[in-house]
């Protein structure tokens, strides 16, 4: 049974970085997207990065462009989102995802999710 299990999320203050990581469990991922998703509550689930295994590249969301990047790291099954000057409205619960074909960062398109790890950004 595939799994993914996110972990790296925490408090920080305003301009600080976290590395968040998803480890991906009974699967090798060399294929397919992986992706990072975040949301609040009552709002819906906005993607943020994805990295796509065939082509070897990245997708961002416009509002962290520059700030935040996706990596993988395939002979340890994990997917990393380092994400940097943080701001107060990144603070979400942070997903990982996954699916067989091209990276999207629309949440419909994916089939696999992590538990979520929170990510709380003060000022």
């Known amino acids: 049974r595939v799994q993914l299990m996110e972990s790296g999320g925490g408090s920080v203050q305003a301009g600080g970085s976290l590395r968040l990581s998803c480890i991906v469990s009974?699967?090798?991922?060399?294929?397919?997207?992986m992706a990072w998703f975040r949301q609040l509550p009552a709002k819906e689930r906005e993607g943020v990065a994805a990295?796509?295994?065939?082509?070897?590249?990245?997708l961002y969301a416009d509002s962290v462009k520059g700030r935040f990047s996706i990596s993988q790291d395939t002979a340890n099954n994990i997917v990393y989102l380092q994400m940097t000057s943080l701001d107060p409205e990144d603070t979400a619960m942070y997903y990982c995802?996954?699916?067989?074909?091209?990276?999207?960062?629309?949440?419909?398109?994916?089939?696999?999710w992590g538990q979520g790890t929170q990510v709380t950004v003060s000022s």
């Open positions: 990295f796509d295994f065939g082509a070897g590249s990245t």
């Open positions: 995802a996954a699916r067989s074909g091209s990276c999207y960062l629309a949440a419909s398109w994916y089939n696999l």
């Open positions: 009974g699967y090798t991922y060399n294929s397919g997207c």
